[in-house]
């Protein structure tokens, strides 16, 4: 009997003691799983935004790069035409040198030709 009184003075105790603080952790570790599945849904919504940010700031780079590549293609095509035509013009001038040096030449013959006459009707 006597071992009965002493167990249920320490099932009173335990109820009256222990049992509520339980409650209250058990409370407490709801709160903290709510928190917690709180915090993992904000971080899949954060996860969700920086994805769709990356996403886009790739789809910005392609685009960039794209006018990038397309921007050096019209100017390489630029200077390859004015390249041609520079090289056009100094072909169109050569030929104007080598005519006048070719005239100039003739010229020069033309000029020795008439010498050469003149000294023969002076010398006669």
Same mark, same amino acid.
């Given at each position: 009997?006597?071992?009965?009184?002493? %167990?249920?003075?320490?099932?009173? %105790?335990?109820?009256?003691?222990?049992?509520?603080?339980?409650?209250?952790?058990?409370?407490?570790?709801?709160?903290?799983?709510? /928190? %917690?599945?709180?915090?993992?849904?904000?971080?899949?919504?954060?996860?969700?935004?920086?994805?769709?940010?990356?996403?886009?700031?790739?789809?910005?780079?392609?685009?960039?790069?794209?006018?990038?590549?397309?921007?050096?293609?019209?100017?390489?095509?630029?200077?390859?035409?004015?390249?041609?035509?520079?090289?056009?013009?100094?072909?169109?001038?050569?030929?104007?040198?080598? /005519?006048?040096?070719?005239?100039? /030449?003739?010229?020069?013959?033309?000029?020795?030709? %008439?010498?050469?006459?003149?000294?023969?009707?002076?010398?006669?």
């Amino acid at each position: 009997m006597a071992n009965n009184i002493g %167990v249920s003075a320490v099932k009173k %105790v335990i109820q009256e003691l222990v049992v509520p603080e339980l409650q209250t952790i058990k409370d407490d570790l709801k709160d903290v799983k709510g /928190d %917690v599945k709180g915090l993992q849904v904000k971080i899949r919504r954060l996860d969700e935004k920086i994805d769709s940010g990356l996403a886009r700031l790739d789809e910005k780079i392609d685009s960039k790069h794209s006018e990038a590549v397309g921007f050096f293609k019209r100017l390489d095509e630029k200077i390859d035409s004015l390249h041609n035509e520079i090289n056009i013009r100094f072909e169109a001038m050569d030929e104007k040198i080598e /005519d006048k040096i070719e005239s100039r /030449d003739r010229f020069t013959a033309l000029e020795a030709k %008439v010498a050469n006459l003149a000294a023969q009707i002076n010398s006669r």
